[in-house]
């Protein structure tokens, strides 16, 4: 026979273990599946916010950078698309479109060409400084080097280059005055994904000027970069919406 204390304090201990119990039930996380939903999210949304840096690679005036560049801040892609212009590297220190890139608070990096024994040994260090910044997408405006392959190699799928000539026509130098030579009743621009092959990777954007009678290759190529300073942001901008968005 259990004394009545014995039994009391069984029936308080049961109690407490049955409260106890009650308690966890009540408190414990959500169920695997709704935590593992909610985690996506955060993740999801976390992705969305992360900054995507673009780079860009300019040796002469940059008027095509600077498009990008006033199209990013007037365009809000910051906000709308989380991408950003992080820095403008030229192979040239007299490169115009340098100043432009401080002008706007854009980080600006010089690496001589000349400096580098060979075009490998140039790519390898001009890889590393692009690298600093993280590049979700490296823009090629007026970049006046042929590149390695193991430079489109490292950034494969993330690589622009513009173009001026309607590609696949007249591709390489002196677009301009071989489409008035060959009686090109229309000219323009190419937006195109940098691939191994010179001037050939997927066409993203294109762009149609007339030819005018009596044109000169110089007349020829202002009314195409007006065009260009069009296309290319856009391009720019569909490339982040299409993969991020
Ligand atoms: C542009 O015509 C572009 O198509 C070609 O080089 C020129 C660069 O001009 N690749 P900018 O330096 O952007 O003013």
Redesign the pocket.
């Known amino acids: 026979m259990r004394s009545a204390s014995k039994i009391k304090r069984s029936c308080f201990l049961s109690c407490a273990f049955v409260a106890g119990l009650s308690w966890v039930r009540q408190n414990r996380p959500a169920p695997a599946s709704g935590l593992g939903m909610g985690l996506a999210q955060v993740c999801r949304d976390n992705r969305a916010q992360t900054m995507k840096n673009i780079v860009i690679l ?10 990008i560049v006033r199209a990013a801040e007037q365009g809000r892609w910051g906000e709308r698309l989380h991408a950003h212009v992080a820095a403008v590297v030229s192979n040239r220190a007299d ?3 340098l100043a432009f890139a401080k002008d706007h608070g854009i980080p600006t990096a010089v690496l001589d060409h000349k400096a580098f024994a060979s075009r490998e040994d140039f790519d390898a260090a001009l890889m590393a400084q692009i690298d600093r910044f993280s590049p979700d997408l490296v823009v ?5 080097r042929i590149l390695t392959p193991a430079f489109v190699a490292h950034y494969a799928g993330r690589l622009l ?4 000539s309607l590609l696949p026509a007249f591709a390489g130098l002196n ?1 301009h005055q071989r489409a008035i030579d060959a009686g090109c009743r229309f000219a323009g ?1 190419t937006v195109h994904q940098v691939t191994a092959e010179l001037d050939h990777g997927q066409i993203l954007a294109q762009a149609v000027v007339p030819v005018l009678p009596n044109d000169t290759a110089q007349a020829l ?1 202002a009314r ?2 007006t065009q ?2 069009l296309i ?1 942001p856009r391009a720019v901008a569909d490339f982040f919406s299409r993969r991020f968005g």
Do not use: K
């Open positions: 300019i040796s002469g005036s940059g008027s095509n950078m600077a498009a490169a115009q479109g090629l405006a007026g970049f006046m280059n513009i173009h001026p677009t621009a190529a195409v970069l260009e300073h290319y």
